[in-house]
């Protein structure tokens, strides 16, 4: 998890996510389950936890959902994704989750689906 530490360092258990959504933590584990959010297990003890930037002030991150979709079609495990998401891209500009957080969908399909050819 060491690389993932280096590049998200604001993580929410699932009730911290439950909480900003204004949802149940079984409404939380539902949208993981379903591709709208992704989670990992890290901690002591491990808990599942959810990248703080996958969420704005409006909810989820617009767009998330088809982006993880394409990727784990593509056979991205969920550390993979993540760290795709989460790494600096000087072409885009800036990390694919940035653009998907300022809704700018396009490009960052383009390169998901082109990663999962």
Known sequence: MNALDELITDWLNLP???????LEVSRVRRLIEDGEL?????????????????LTENGIAPHLQGT???????????VELLTWLFTEDETLPGRPIDQLRQGQRGEVRRRA???AL
Do not use: K, N
């Not at 993880?68 to 969920?78: M, N, V, W």
């Open 38 to 54: 992704v989670s990992v297990r890290r901690g002591d003890p491990e808990v599942r936890m959810v990248p703080a930037e996958m």
């Open 16 to 22: 911290d996510v439950a909480l900003q959504l204004d």
């Open 68 to 78: 993880i979709t394409l990727l784990r079609d593509g056979g991205f495990d969920d």
């Open 113 to 115: 689906q082109a990663l």
